[in-house]
Nanobody
Framework: QVQLAESGGGSVQAGGSLRLSCRTSGFTGGEYSWSQYYMAWFRQAPGKGREGIACIAADGTTKYADSVEGRFTISLDKAANTLYLQMKNLQPEDTALFYC???????????????????????WGQGTQVTVSS
């Protein structure tokens, strides 16, 4: 089965950068091949709901929330079994617990589709904290 583990969080000053990593295991081919899944990054600030900020489809298509467009980049290194989130120009409002997630595509979901909806994901990591000070 697919499992996820985030790392790379920390404390930075406003304007700084961080790269989060999501180490994956279980993508062993067949029904557990990369082509069967899309992945995403979410964040949850204190007292707020979980927000989908970036997703990547099986074909590499990416989508971003308006709040991070142009500052964050999601990427997948299949050889390293790792999903990344490169974050630049971080601001105090980016302070949150960040999660990666994976979801198997249904037979009716296109290869180029990905989602940023919490309810669409069954597989989650444990989270990594990002704190941005002004």
């Amino acid at each position: 089965q697919v499992q996820l583990a985030e790392s790379g969080g920390g404390s930075v000053q406003a304007g700084g950068s961080l790269r989060l990593s999501c180490r994956t295991s279980g993508f062993t081919g067949g029904e557990y091949s990369w082509s069967q899944y899309y992945m995403a990054w979410f964040r949850q600030a204190p007292g707020k709901g979980r927000e989908g900020i970036a997703c990547i489809a099986a074909d590499g298509t990416t989508k971003y929330a308006d709040s991070v467009e142009g500052r964050f980049t999601i990427s997948l290194d299949k050889a390293a079994n790792t999903l990344y989130l490169q974050m630049k120009n971080l601001q105090p409002e980016d302070t949150a617990l960040f999660y990666c997630a994976a979801q198997r595509r249904s037979p009716y979901t296109s290869y180029w589709h990905c989602s940023r909806l919490v309810s669409n994901f069954d597989i989650w990591g444990q989270g990594t904290q990002v704190t941005v000070s002004s």
